[in-house]
């Protein structure tokens, strides 16, 4: 046993470039960041909402606008990205076990794909 | 006939009575393709410097001593072949733990957090030897046989970014070793490692970035291991605030 082992630091703020692996987890952790301002976004919407038509629609204009647009555009890529990142890891935090086997894991990953589809369906027809 | 390759085999030395902070030493090493990166530092060892340290055992996967990061990825020596690699191979000691020399590391703080997880079958009834064997039904045993693969390489602690930045966390391996056990219907010992797994510095602290079982050469899966604590262990936290007349 030696009397000084080194110690190697880790670099606090730039560790995830050493790895590739490490920017994929950097990414999808930063990309909620855009789901949670989309959220932000709807919620000022409702506020506007409240506030009357004249308020409402000035909301809706700017959201038209070319930075508005921009920001729907980009918070859905991440949006999209954000959610396959997490629905591609679901079997390893929920195997399912019939019998002696799992369940293939692209079935429980496929499912997910499935319902999202649905549910994108059902809200766009509400939608419409 | 096997191709030879002249491999520049990079190696991180460092020598605690003489050096200060480790340094990079290249060595010219003749290898035959089929060689593992191992081979080439039995060949520095025996040939061109015997002072060089790393630990070893099996040559086939199995102990679980010859973790190294391999050009950055923690690899096992003995199972990273020369032809996966080009002329020129890095060797340093595993990431994330101190060096103790040359490739060697201190693993102490493994062990002790391996032990802490009791990774070993505690019985929910004491059964005297004639009363015969604890059985399991082969849809038992495949719950959590793929956990019993790991061999203590470390290779997942090494690749984990949150056990080098807080390392009191507890790590991939010992709590996929205490899932192991958990698992296992001849075990009642939950509750004992629960105190220990879910706690802040447990499984709390995996933000599942996944890293561990892409570099598990067992296939292990321990991030996937965490995760499935995590949903034990916040059902738990239900059961116990929403519905206290339950028993867990
Ligand atoms: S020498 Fe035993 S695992 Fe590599």
Redesign the interface.
């Known amino acids: ?8 630091e ?1 670099p ?1 703020s730039s ?2 470039f ?2 590739p ?2 920017m994929r ?1 950097m990414a999808r ?1 930063v990309t909620s960041f855009f789901i949670g301002a989309f959220t932000l976004l709807l919620v000022v919407g409702l506020k506007r909402l409240a506030q009357g038509p004249d308020a409402f629609q000035s909301f809706l204009d700017a959201l038209r606008g070319p930075l508005g647009v921009l920001f729907c555009l980009v918070a859905l890529v991440a949006a999209i990205y954000h959610s396959t990142s997490w629905f591609n ?1 679901t ?5 399912i ?1 019939r ?4 369940v293939p894991g692209k079935l429980i990953v496929g499912a997910h794909y499935a319902i999202w589809a649905v549910v994108s369906l059902i809200v766009l027809i509400m939608g419409i | 006939m096997s191709e030879e390759r002249q491999i520049q085999l990079e190696v991180l030395r460092y020598n605690p009575e003489t050096d200060l902070e480790p340094r990079f030493q290249t060595y010219s090493v003749p290898c035959v393709n089929e060689w593992v990166v191992l081979d080439a530092l039995n060949y520095v060892k025996e040939n061109l410097d015997p002072t060089l340290s790393y630990r070893w055992s099996c040559h086939m996967a199995v102990c679980g001593s010859c973790g190294y990061m391999i050009n950055g990825e923690p690899k096992l020596g003995c199972k990273a072949f020369i032809h996966e690699y080009g002329d020129h191979i890095r060797v340093e000691p595993l990431a994330h733990f101190p060096i103790e020399r040359d490739l060697v590391t201190v693993v102490e703080d493994f062990i002790t957090k391996f032990s802490s997880v009791k990774p070993y079958l505690i019985p929910k009834e004491d059964k005297p030897i004639s009363a015969g064997e604890f059985k399991q039904t082969p849809a038992q045993l495949m719950k959590f046989k793929q956990y019993t693969l790991c061999i203590n390489c470390m290779l997942c602690y090494a690749a984990c970014p949150q056990y080098g930045l807080v390392p009191e966390f507890l790590g991939p391996a010992a709590i996929s070793m205490a899932h192991r056990y958990n698992q296992d219907s001849r075990d009642g010992g939950r509750d004992q490692r629960q105190e220990v797994i879910a706690s802040h510095e447990g499984v709390w602290e995996c933000s599942f970035v996944g890293a561990c079982s892409e570099v598990c050469p067992k296939h292990v899966d321990p991030a996937g291991a965490l995760q499935q604590v995590k949903v034990a262990s916040t059902i738990d936290w239900y059961k116990e605030h929403l519905m206290p007349w339950s028993k867990k």
């Open positions: 046993m030696s009397s000084k082992p080194y110690i190697r880790i606090k560790w995830f050493r790895q692996r490490y987890y952790e890891v079997p390893q935090a929920m195997p076990q019998g002696e086997e799992f």
